[in-house]
DNA sequence: TACATTTATATGTATATACATTAAATACAC
DNA sequence: GTGTATTTAATGTATATACATATAAATGTA
């Protein structure tokens, strides 16, 4: 039994809202933890990782450093640093936009696609050893995300 | 309607345990974003927050800091530095534990709980208008969290 | 055109996370 | 008791988040 109390020593919360912002919280760090673990040998970080994915899903076209910090899980991070280190290594094209110059068009390499060809196999089993709910669970619990933002 | 494919613009996911997992990632953000705003004019931040808390659960009782490293929601963090920041603000006391003198006993100070008596309300509060769901829906939201954790 | 406003990206700085290493104290084997 | 291993906390370093500011280019308006 994983229940947040005993995960966290803390015998009762204030108020059901208290306890399940807790809840989400922990279990994203649980989460986290064992990305940082799979993606560790490959030299990439989960946000790295995003950024990559955000790219691949473009199929090809060019995207601004403002739509991929639009499209990211924290809006609050730093879109231009991330494709900074992911240019570095290789992972990444920048060239300036040519009917706008304040723009930055981003595209995926070659040796980015084929970096998340090898994780994704490693992820899906991941993702069904670390998440330990049926179908029927899972949508459910994705509806009542998407209900709690509103 | 906050979809997770609407807010990521994302049209669809590889498999629903994928899709769960951008799901959280994306709710904690939310969440933790939310926490910021209130905190900030309290010049603290969510993790210290969350350490604070853990000491005024003691009530009273000093805790080492692997204990409070033990409960907090990320279990990677580093209580070691997090309680000298507090300990500069005039939140904790720090003191050499007696009968074994690598550990560091933490109290919280009577500013520190008052600072959590303050922020109390503003917390409750802002989880109500932050998390729109009915009482029975975060009951379920915390059984399939707990659930998923295994 | 000139000038202010807005937009896109980059950069600066503080805090936190992730993980390795160090230093000191304690526990344990002999 | 001596020497080794373990435990506790602190520290070092890289990455990421949070947010303010800077710089350059584009846009809007008198």
């Known amino acids: 039994m994983g229940k ?14 208290n306890k399940v912002v807790v809840n989400i919280l922990y279990t994203q760090s649980y989460l986290v933890t064992a990305q940082n673990a799979l993606f ?38 730093n879109a231009s640093r991330l494709v900074e280190k992911l240019k570095s290594k290789g992972l990444v094209l ?5 009917n ?5 068009d981003i595209l995926i390499t070659q040796k980015g696609l084929d970096l998340l060809h090898d994780l994704r196999p490693l992820l899906e089993q991941a993702n ?21 933002r509103g």
């Open 100 to 104: 706008d110059r304040r723009q930055v």
């Open 40 to 77: 560790k040998p490959y030299d990439i970080s989960p946000e790295q990782y995003n950024v990559l994915r955000i790219l691949k899903g473009q199929a090809g076209v060019p995207i601004t450093v403002s739509s991929i910090q639009e499209r990211m899980l924290n809006k609050m991070s």
């Open 94 to 98: 920048r060239s300036e936009c040519p």
């Open 128 to 148: 069904k050893n670390f998440i330990n709910l049926n179908l029927e669970e899972i949508e459910t619990l994705n509806n009542l995300l998407d209900k709690l």
């Open 4 to 17: 947040i109390e005993d995960a966290i020593q803390q015998k009762e919360f204030k108020d059901p809202f």
